[in-house]
């Protein structure tokens, strides 16, 4: 019997808390790779912008072309490792990004810089969509909420300490000596890659068919309507998180004037804010299920970017009263792009790579998209709070018009119906039945209860020679016990 899910706080499997602890640690260094590429470089933009002779908006594009590299790479990626397993999707990725921050480091122009950080996204891609397919290959329902949960743990390195890194880095060597620490970097994650990721995809899981049907795979989930809603969530999400990214450099170090170090640790104050969200999250997602907090976290949310915006357009409470409205905007995000993740995936486990492509394109192509506009509005406090504002009033409308999220059955028709595609144990039977005779060894294998005739007739010789007395009072028993139940 398939280990299905059954309820709304249920999931397929637990761990012991050391090895989860390693997993999370493990899968966590994967998805860190694409977040400090991309936060250890910001402080860097306003020198980018002088050194190159472009336009703020310009290199804003350095950022934002990563991401769309990434939004296409996963697309690839993500049929590709469904083929051939896990592990080498992501050594391949991960190697290739290090040869592409080496050409980073001797970028002429702004126009080279941008396309090798389009490379660079693509490349990358490989280990964010490995890492949620490792998670979807071992987990669903509400223990994969509290897994990608726990990730943010590790992923709250990128802006607690990339951007802090970062300024001291260029401060010293200059801006190009950020591409060889993030060369270094993913180097490390090679051997850390090789050594230690176990394949959690064997080979008679995998997709037996090429890889041009894989992608037809790509079909059937945008015939899914609920899971493209679910996976567009987490993309408005992360389209929040890089507009703030995007344009917090140019909001804080020109129109509020602080220097590069003051920024960085403004900036690493709003990271512990997704931190606690993300852990708050956690703590909660067994007990009230994904969606619940999905349906609840992300109206908060929508109202605090409400309040954010207000703020940006007014300025009322100054730089403080800016980072506390920022703060409280990305803490309460934290119940919506983990769950609406986990959602997704536990709707096809089948195809987890494939799915986890899709959600990582959405993710990676709308927030490139839509934290663009920060750039064309005018990279000042308005057009940054304003289109995080307007993010969130899409993911709002999709989950409500996109997915029965608000119904009365919504439990059942987003959750239960995706976790029953998950088989993580070997089949068991739910009670053993009693064996007619235990030093027989055949005999203790599952029977149907309800066809007593089947066992008499296994052992014939044994039940009448051995206690001819016992098996009038046998039959009977036998058959009372279907209509006893089962627990």
Known sequence: ????????????????????????????????????????????????????????????????????????????????????????PVLIGVSLHVVVSLLCVVAATIEQLATLRVLQGLVSAGA???AMAVIRDRYTGAEAARIISRLMLVIAAAPLLAPTAGSVIAAAWGWRAVFVVLALFAALLVVVVALFLPETLPPHR???????????????????????????????????????VAGSS????????????????????????????????AALVRRFGPLTL?????????????????????????????VVAIWFSTAVLGFVMANASALALSRHGERAGTAAAFIGFFQAGLAGAV??????????????????????????????????????????????????????????PVAPPEPVEP??????????PAEPQQVEAAEPQQVEAAEPQQVASASPARTAAPASGRP
Request: with cysteine.
């Open 294 to 322: 999905l349906r609840v976290g992300l109206p908060v949310t929508l109202a605090f970017t409400a309040v954010l915006a207000v703020q940006g357009a007014t300025g009322i409470g100054g730089l403080v009263g800016l």
């Open 371 to 428: 934290s663009t506009l920060v750039g064309v509005l005018g990279e000042d406090a308005l057009a940054m709070t304003g289109v995080m504002f307007g993010s969130m009033v899409v993911a709002q409308v999709v989950l409500a018009l996109g997915t029965p999220a608000y119904r009365r059955d919504a439990h059942e028709r987003l959750e239960a119906v995706g976790a029953q595609v998950a088989e993580v144990a070997p089949p068991t």
């Open 206 to 244: 995998r997709a037996a068919h090429g890889l041009a049907a894989s992608f037809r795979g790509y079909a059937a989930l945008l015939h899914d309507r609920c899971f493209v809603a679910l996976a567009v969530i987490p993309g408005m999400g992360l389209a929040l998180i890089i507009s703030y």
């Open 128 to 130: 964010t969509v490995v």
């Open 1 to 88: 019997m398939p280990v299905t899910l059954t309820d709304r706080t249920s999931s397929t499997r637990t761990a012991p808390a050391d090895r989860t602890f390693w997993f999370v640690l493990l899968i966590g260094s994967l998805t860190l790779l694409p977040a400090v590429t991309t936060d250890m470089y910001l402080p860097s933009l306003p020198d980018v912008a002088a050194d190159l002779s472009t336009t703020p908006a310009a290199a804003q594009f350095t950022i934002t072309g990563m991401l769309i590299g990434g939004a296409l790479g996963q697309l690839v990626v993500g049929p590709f490792s469904d083929r051939v397993g896990r592990r080498l």
């Open 439 to 448: 030093a027989e060894p055949q005999q203790r294998q599952p029977v149907e």
């Open 250 to 281: 140019f909001v804080f170090q020109e129109q509020y004037g602080l220097s590069a170090q003051q920024f960085a640790l403004v900036f690493a104050l709003g990271g512990t804010s997704l931190v606690t969200g993300s852990q708050v999250n």
